[in-house]
C-alpha cells in the first residue's frame, strides 16, 4: 500500500459551508471499495484563533500553514468578502512556498483570489465566480480570466468558478488522480453528475441597465426589446434615435461597451432563454418569436453565448408550474 496523498484545504475565518463541505465530502471520506489508500486530507487554519464558517461551525484541527506548504495538493477554499480581497499575508506566502515545492494548487469559487494575490495566476489562464468577475479583472490583469467555464486546468494550477463549480473541478481532480471509473463512482454516490455540460455563462444573471449619464439611449433600446421579432438594422435604431449612423454606432458602443449588432444578438439570446424556462413553445416558434428566424439559426447564437444547446438548457432551467 502505497503513501496516500495529502490535500490540504486553507480554511479562513467565516469560509462559506457549501465550498468547504465539498472538499470535505470528495477528499475527506475514505472509500478503500475504490481506492485503498485514498486522499490524506487535512483542513489547516489560515490563521490563528478559533475558525468558524459562516454559519458559526467551529473547524477544529491540529494542522497550520506549514502544513499546507508540505501537502501535495494546496486548496485555497472560498473566503468570507474580508479575507477574499485582502488574503492573510501568511497564507499569500505559504502558497508560494507550496507552488514552488512542486504542489498542486487550486482554488474553488473566491479562493482564486488568495491564488492572484501570490502572483501564481499572472498569464494564467483561471476562473471565478461570474459575480466577481469583473472585479477581479480590474485587481488582477495579468490574469487571463475566463469566466464563462466551470473550471480551468492549468497543470499545476486549477481554479473553478462558482459554488457548484467547486463539485466539477474536485471530481476532475480525482478523475486526474485515479481515473474516470473512480471519479463516476464518486458522482454517483453523491448523486450529482460527473460531468455537465457548457460552462457558467448559462447561468449568469441577466441584466438590462443603462450606465448613468447615458439614459438617451435607454428608449431605443427599449423599443429594440420590444420588436426583436422584427429584422432589425443599426439604420433602424439610429434613425430611432434620430441619430446618423456613425455617431449612433460611437455612443452606442460607449454606453454599452459593445456594438448595436452584438447587442441584439444578446438580448435575443436573454428572451430565448426567458420563453425556454417558462414556455413549452418549440425551439422553431422561440426562434422565429426573438428574431433569428430559424431554429439553426438560434442554435448557433444560443451555443455560442450560453455554451449549451437550447434543448439543454431548457432540460435545466425549465420552471414546473
Known amino acids: 500500500m502505497g503513501k496516500p496523498h495529502v490535500v490540504a484545504v486553507a480554511v479562513t475565518d467565516h469560509a462559506p459551508i457549501f465550498e468547504l463541505a465539498i472538499l470535505c465530502e470528495v ?9 485503498d ?4 486530507f487535512r483542513l ?3 490563521h490563528p484563533g478559533p475558525i468558524r464558517t459562516a454559519q458559526g461551525l467551529v ?9 499546507l506548504v508540505a501537502a501535495d495538493t494546496v486548496i485555497a477554499a472560498a473566503m468570507h468578502r474580508p479575507f477574499q ?4 499575508p501568511s497564507l499569500v506566502t505559504a502558497l508560494q512556498e507550496a507552488y514552488a515545492r512542486g504542489a498542486r494548487l487550486a482554488g474553488i469559487c473566491s479562493g482564486a483570489y488568495a491564488l492572484a494575490e501570490a502572483g501564481l495566476l499572472d498569464d494564467r489562464p483561471a476562473t471565478t465566480h461570474w459575480m466577481y468577475a469583473e472585479e477581479f479583472g480590474v485587481r488582477y490583469p495579468a490574469v487571463k480570466l475566463d469566466p464563462d467555464v466551470l473550471y480551468v486546468d492549468d497543470g499545476q494550477i486549477l481554479t473553478s468558478a462558482g459554488t457548484g463549480a467547486g463539485i466539477d473541478l474536485c471530481l476532475h481532480m480525482v478523475a486526474t488522480d485515479f481515473g474516470a471509473t473512480v471519479a463516476n463512482t464518486v458522482a454517483r454516490r453523491m448523486v450529482v453528475p460527473p460531468h455537465r455540460d457548457g460552462g457558467q455563462a448559462q447561468y449568469v444573471q ?12 435607454g428608449p431605443v433600446l427599449d423599443w429594440a426589446r420590444e420588436h426583436l421579432a422584427d429584422p432589425l438594422t443599426v439604420a433602424d435604431l439610429a434613425e430611432r434615435a434620430r441619430l446618423g449612423q456613425r455617431t449612433f454606432v460611437r455612443r452606442f458602443a460607449e454606453t454599452t461597451g459593445t456594438s448595436p449588432l452584438r447587442w441584439l444578438t444578446i438580448e435575443r439570446v436573454r428572451l430565448a432563454q426567458q420563453l425556454l424556462e417558462t414556455t413549452d413553445q418549440p425551439v422553431e416558434r422561440i426562434a ?6 430559424t431554429a439553426a439559426n438560434l442554435r448557433q447564437h444560443f451555443s455560442r453565448a450560453t ?4 434543448q439543454t438548457y431548457r432540460k435545466v432551467f425549465r420552471s414546473r408550474v
Open 288 to 293: 422565429g418569436a426573438v428574431g433569428f428566424g
Open 37 to 40: 489508500p485514498w486522499y490524506d
Open 59 to 67: 473547524v477544529q484541527t491540529p494542522y497550520g500553514l506549514d502544513d
Open 27 to 35: 477528499f475527506g471520506i475514505a472509500r478503500p471499495d475504490l481506492a
Open 85 to 88: 480581497v485582502t488574503p492573510p
Open 307 to 310: 455554451s449549451v444547446s437550447p
Open 206 to 217: 441577466a441584466t438590462r441597465s443603462v450606465p448613468p449619464g447615458e439614459a438617451s439611449l
Open 44 to 46: 489547516c487554519a489560515a
